[in-house]
């Protein structure tokens, strides 16, 4: 019986009209400190002009560039008509390398060429890095001299004999350029377009970054796609070398044994085979040389097939883009913020007053009938 008479919890029905009528008493209760808001725009406003003329801007230098690969060239309207449906087909056909397709942006992100390119030198002070350059715009040198015993930690143009401490910080440097400086992607699916884009707070670091990033990727590319085509080819004209070379000993050795033909006892009949096995020796060598010959242009002619070449389309050039923080948008932010942050403070602070159910007095009145009753 007390399961009976135990009160459940009165959840009300959730109204959007309700909701709407909070959100708008709590908007009235904000604006009742109407001269704060007003002193807490002003405030906000000058932050967020302060914020615009004190911040350093940055700069984007943008490099457009084409990978124009002969051997993939099969599959190329197959996959653009598969892309138009969402679909990749990088991995079938000619172009199911390993840098093909999209792994070419994997391969601009790698650390191995942003190092490579961070330790080149940077042009306005030949005996400075675009590390050491880096370091210095953002103000790096500072954080590292308490680590190198109160030294200034500089990186040597080439990289070579690092030290523990440089190699830790170059990767530190090359971290924070793959997280907030370099970016790589396509300009659509369809299209074999790569657009490379670097923001940095120096304009001439940007520049050189972005270009000489290319190159080395470019020349990381081309070696990696054709080595083994390489290799081939300097095989068979070391091959070619050393047979022509025998080739023309063997070709002396035939014409001085057949001068002394003419001045020879006719018996003696030895030096007659020894000319002919000489004859025979040079016919083998000169079959053997044009095979090799024939290979060898053959491997050339594949070799410049499978070359691929990477057009660049547009160039970053001076001026760059200049990324500044404009007034426009700074006050207004500034003034949003402060007054949200404001009203979010008031609304918490807030206090509501008790309200008295109407259940109370009646269940107090009908408290002295129950005792009558009961006597």
């Not at 970054?209 to 590319?221: D, G, L, N, W």
């Not at 023309?248 to 030096?271: E, H, I, Q």
């Not at 970053?316 to 200049?322: M, N």
């Amino acid at each position: 019986m007390s399961n009976a008479n135990t009160p459940y919890p009165y959840e009300p029905e959730f109204s959007f009209k309700k909701l709407w009528n909070d959100r708008v008493d709590d908007i009235r209760y904000v604006l009742r400190f109407w001269k704060t808001l007003l002193l807490l725009a002003v405030i906000g406003g000058l932050l967020g002009a302060l914020a615009a003329y004190f911040k350093r801007p940055t700069y984007t230098a943008r490099l457009t560039f084409v990978i124009d690969d002969s051997k993939s060239g099969g599959m190329s309207g197959l996959a653009s008509l598969a892309g138009q449906f969402g679909f990749s087909l990088d991995g079938i056909g000619g172009g199911s390398g390993v840098l093909a397709g999209d792994n070419v942006q994997e391969l601009l992100k790698s650390r191995k060429l942003i190092e490579e390119t961070l330790e080149s030198p940077y042009d306005p002070k030949p005996n400075f890095s675009l590390a050491d350059e880096y370091a210095q715009v953002h103000k790096l040198q500072k954080q590292w001299t308490s680590l190198n015993n109160n030294k200034p930690v500089s990186f040597p143009i080439g990289g070579k004999n690092y030290s523990r401490l440089q190699d830790s910080l170059l990767h530190e440097i090359t971290q924070l350029v793959l997280e907030n400086n370099f970016s790589i992607s396509k300009t659509d699916k369809k299209l074999g377009f790569f657009e490379v884009t670097t923001t940095m707070k120096d304009e001439k670091l940007a520049q050189l970054f972005c270009e000489r990033m290319i190159k080395q990727a470019t020349s990381f590319y081309i070696t990696t796609k054709t080595t083994r085509l390489r290799n081939n080819v300097a095989r068979l004209q070391n091959r070619a070398d050393s047979i022509g070379a025998i080739l023309n000993r063997k070709t002396y050795a035939v014409s001085s044994a057949n001068r002394t033909l003419l001045d020879l006892n006719p018996a003696y009949t030895n030096a007659n085979a020894n000319v002919e096995v000489k004859e025979r020796d040079k016919i083998v060598l000169s079959t053997i040389f044009s095979e090799t010959v024939k290979n060898l242009e053959a491997s050339k002619t594949m070799l410049a097939q499978e070359t691929p070449t990477v057009t660049i389309v547009d160039e970053p050039e001076l001026p760059l883009k200049k990324n500044k923080l404009k007034y426009t948008v700074a006050i207004p932010a500034g003034i949003f913020i402060t007054g949200l942050l404001f009203a979010i403070t008031v609304l918490l602070l807030r206090k509501k007053e008790p309200t008295i159910t109407a259940t109370q007095p009646s269940v107090e009145l009908n408290q002295p009938e129950v005792r009558a009753n009961s006597f």
